[in-house]
T-cell receptor, first 115, second 122 residues
Framework: AQKITQTQPGMFVQEKEAVTLDCTYDTSDPSYGLFWYKQPSSGEMIFLIYQGSYDQQNATEGRYSLNFQKARKSANLVISASQLGDSAMYFCAMRGSDSSYKLIFGSGTRLLVRP | GAGVSQSPSNKVTEKGKDVELRCDPI?????LYWYRQRLGQGLEFLIY????????KSGLPSDRFSAERTGESVSTLTIQRTQQEDSAVYLCASSLYATSGRGYHLSGETQYFGPGTRLLVL
């Protein structure tokens, strides 16, 4: 069965510093996609970054980068130069296997950026 | 262009009543998904549409839940005889397409979410 694990329920970071949010996954499917979403207190799910299992390079989107270590089955999100607006819940998700296209979500990490 | 929209944004209902939740996906997106998020938890998959057909209904928690999609656009999620445990945020997402799962993954499968409908069953 596929599973996403986020072991950090909550994290603090000082404004302007970098922070890494952990995500490990479990799948037997050789082809998969990994996603990170941000959920502010307003509740909407905001797509941040995507990594395909066959991608050779780590994905980057502005201040977000994904540290993809396939052998370790980890897909950590790195946020550089944290801003107060980065305070939110962050969810790691995996695309389902062939028979389903659903996203399988982790339990999330609540990030609080301190001024 | 416009993102995914959902209505109503909030819904309070009494136990036993039926509710209908609506989702308008991004124009041109062929795949549409419904998820449920209970307070303080991650998202649970409910149902997936490819076009107007629903090849995966595996996440629907009971036969009180149903969904349909028309015109490869708007979708409605209906909960009949609501129960207090149905209280949650119901999120809709759409993607350009859903791949077969083999081969190279393209970013077109990225799911974009609506703002959700907050349902409270009293």
């Amino acid at each position: 069965a596929q599973k996403i694990t986020q072991t950090q329920p909550g994290m603090f970071v000082q404004e302007k510093e970098a922070v890494t949010l952990d995500c490990t996954y479990d799948t037997s499917d050789p082809s998969y996609g990994l996603f990170w979403y941000k959920q502010p207190s307003s509740g909407e799910m905001i797509f941040l970054i995507y990594q395909g299992s066959y991608d050779q390079q780590n994905a980057t989107e502005g201040r977000y980068s994904l540290n993809f270590q396939k052998a370790r089955k980890s897909a950590n999100l790195v946020i550089s130069a944290s801003q107060l607006g980065d305070s939110a819940m962050y969810f790691c998700a995996m695309r389902g296997s062939d028979s389903s296209y659903k996203l399988i979500f982790g339990s999330g990490t609540r990030l609080l950026v301190r001024p | 262009g416009a993102g995914v929209s959902q209505s109503p944004s909030n819904k309070v209902t009494e136990k036993g009543k039926d509710v209908e939740l609506r989702c308008d996906p991004i124009s041109g997106h062929t795949a549409l998904y419904w998820y449920r998020q209970r307070l303080g938890q991650g998202l649970e998959f409910l149902i997936y549409f490819q076009g107007n057909s629903a090849p995966d209904k595996s996440g629907l928690p009971s036969d009180r839940f149903s969904a349909e999609r028309t015109g490869e656009s708007v979708s409605t999620l209906t909960i009949q005889r609501t129960q207090q445990e149905d209280s949650a945020v119901y999120l809709c997402a759409s993607s350009l397409y859903a791949t077969s799962g083999r081969g190279y993954h393209l970013s077109g499968e990225t799911q974009y979410f609506g703002p959700g409908t907050r349902l409270l069953v009293l």
